[in-house]
Structure formats: C-alpha cells, structure tokens
C-alpha cells in the first residue's frame, strides 16, 4: 500500500520554541493532507486540512496562527507548531489521501510524532 | 455532519474464537467508511474501506466488516482471533451527502484484547 512517512517521530523542544513536523507521502501524489492529533486515551482529532497550494483549512478550536500548516507540493506537508507550551506536548498525525479528487480514495497514515514540550 | 459512535471502549475475546468490533455512524448522504488499527505508539494502519458494491467488504490480516444500510452499522470482523490482533481500532466516516466537507471523522476507538 501507499506510504506516508512522518518526521521526527520522537521530538523534545523547549517551552517558547517552534518544531515542525513533516508528512510525506513517498510512492503517490497527495492533493489533500490531514493533520490529526490524539490525546492519550482519546480519538484523533482533526487539526486541519491541508490542500496543495492554497491555505490550510482549520477546525474550530484549533488556533492557525500557533499551528502553522504548509502543504507547498504534491508529497509534502508541514506542521510548525509555534511558541510551543507543555500543553502542547501530544502525539500528531498526518494523512494523505491518495488519488484524484474521488471522495472514496483511502487514507493513508504517517507513524506520528510524538512532541514533548518542557 | 457526520459523525461515528465505537460503543464499546474494550472488547476481550480468547484466541481462536470470532471477534466483532462495533461501528455505528451518521451521515446525511450515502457514506464512505473506514476501519483503521493503530498499535502502541505508531501511526495508523489502514485495514479496509466500504465504498459502493458489496456490503460484505474484506481487509489486511483476514478483517472483514460489513455494512449495513438499515442498521447504520459498519461492524469490524474477523472469525478467529490472533494475540496479535490485540490494538486500538478506529471506525471512520466519511458524507457524501449535500452538505458533505473534506473531512473524515474517527470514533472514539475501541481497544481489542485478545486473550491466549
């Protein structure tokens, strides 16, 4: 199947730092990324979505100015999370989705990285 | 907006014997439904979707799920259990409905025990 690779998968960064967290999809063209991020015990949370090209679409809650999210090609995706604080320490995913713009195509998940702020 | 229920926060079953994983969901539209497991600390992995056609839809690792119009369900299946199979799953919808966005949405996940 499809690969997304995630990087890093393990990240510790000071309070008051940025880290970026990159999502590429290895092996097929993804229009549309989707970052995701999971409380411990919890679901995936939907971030945003990120279209190739054009600005990320956020959800409601989710602060665009400290999560900034760049999807500059076809096979990358970023995610900057901005003046980091401890309570942004969580584990985040991202997704492509394979294939045109057909609303069946299957998702495919990076390995997730895990962000510790302190 | 869509949205899917996992009633079941755990499910323990022994090896050997059938596992049933429950997935319930709401879409305004027809939908488009996933099942994905996820393992300690990794990403998620993708095991099978229902698009169109049969409602009987096998997946990676002898998972099967089948959907159910009538029901709303889309239940998670395999007839005999694997340690192995031991994870979190995760049900996911998707509407194509009129008022349908670009969104997949997840359940809350159900954690799979398999006993030896």
């Known amino acids: 199947g499809a690969v997304v690779s995630q990087h890093p998968s393990r990240v510790i960064c000071k309070s008051g730092t940025s880290v970026k967290i990159e999502c590429r999809s290895l092996?097929?063209?993804?229009?549309?990324m989707f970052w995701y991020r999971q409380f411990p015990k919890k679901s995936l949370m939907l971030m945003a979505t990120s279209n190739e090209g054009s600005k990320a679409t956020y959800e409601q809650g989710v602060e665009k100015d400290k999560f900034l999210i760049n999807h500059a090609s076809l096979t990358l995706s970023t995610l900057t999370v901005t003046s980091a604080h401890p309570e942004d320490s969580s584990f985040y995913i991202c997704?492509?989705?394979?294939?045109?713009?057909?609303?069946?195509?299957?998702?495919?998940f990076g390995e997730g990285s895990w962000l510790t702020v302190v | 907006a869509q949205s899917v229920a996992q009633p079941e926060d755990q499910v323990n079953v022994a090896e050997g014997n059938p596992l049933t994983v429950k997935c319930t969901y709401s879409?305004?539209?027809?939908?488009?439904l996933f099942w994905y497991v996820q393992y300690p600390n990794r990403g998620l992995q993708f095991l099978l979707k229902y698009i169109t056609g049969d409602n009987l839809v096998k997946g990676s690792y002898g998972f099967e799920a089948e959907f159910n119009k009538s029901q709303t369900s889309f239940h998670l299946k395999k007839p005999s259990a694997l340690v192995s199979d031991s994870a979190l799953y995760f049900c996911?919808?998707?509407?194509?409905?009129?008022?349908?966005?670009?969104?997949?949405?997840f359940g809350k996940g159900t954690r799979l025990h398999i006993l030896p």
């Open positions: 997704s492509a989705r394979s294939g045109g713009t057909s609303s069946g195509n299957t998702i495919y």
């Open positions: 879409v305004s539209g027809n939908p488009y």
């Open positions: 092996d097929f063209q993804a229009t549309t």
């Open positions: 996911a919808v998707r509407d194509t409905g009129m008022n349908r966005d670009d969104k997949i949405i």
